[in-house]
């Protein structure tokens, strides 16, 4: 294998200025001006060493799969970096017909009350350290991990799926519709 085949197994990632990198066998923890998370990278094929101010990653081995693994192992760290400087916010909105739909946040639950006028209210979990606001006709996620605030932002949208009858005409829901670098109040 040439050195050009080689050096396309590795990449690296900068640290940027005010986020701390530590790595415990396969545990990154990252520490920034927002807060600090915690990301398991043993489930991902990819060495990992910390240098001074960059994140050197090698691939295991040496096929189109491996190399697709270290893009993902090098985005997920980029992310995570980046969402601990800036943070993140999902804008999502409450629509409607008939039942007016009421969203609520209790501990790290929350709670989606009167959809389609059903008595109990369905329940969905928010996933790491992500902060659900409802202001009235919207509900806003911000957090510092990118992958935590989508994930709570799909299992709000799940939980209001419309079941056994058509989704055009009934588009009561909660749906996102602004994403963006940045922490919103």
Request: charged residues 25%.
């Amino acid at each position: 294998m040439s050195t050009s085949q080689i050096e396309k197994f590795q990449d690296e990632v900068a640290i940027p200025e005010g986020v701390t990198i530590t790595l415990n066998n396969h545990m990154l923890g990252f520490v920034g001006p927002l807060g600090k998370t915690f990301k398991n990278f043993r489930a991902i094929p990819v060495n990992i060493e910390i240098t001074n101010d960059k994140v050197l990653l090698k691939a295991i081995g040496t096929k189109k799969r491996d190399y697709a693994i270290l893009h993902t192992a090098r985005s997920i760290i980029r992310n995570i970096c980046e969402g601990l400087v800036t943070g993140y916010t999902i804008k999502m909105k409450v629509v409607y017909a008939h039942f007016p739909i009421t969203v609520k946040v209790e501990g790290k639950k929350i709670l989606i009350e009167n959809f389609q006028g059903e008595r109990s209210a369905r329940v969905t979990h928010i996933v790491g350290n992500t902060k659900v606001v409802p202001k009235g006709e919207d509900v806003i996620l911000t957090g510092e991990v990118w992958t935590d605030i989508t994930q709570t932002a799909a299992n709000i949208e799940l939980k209001t799926k419309v079941k056994n009858k058509d989704h055009r005409v009934f588009l009561d829901g909660v749906y996102s519709f602004e994403k963006k670098k940045g922490i919103e109040k």
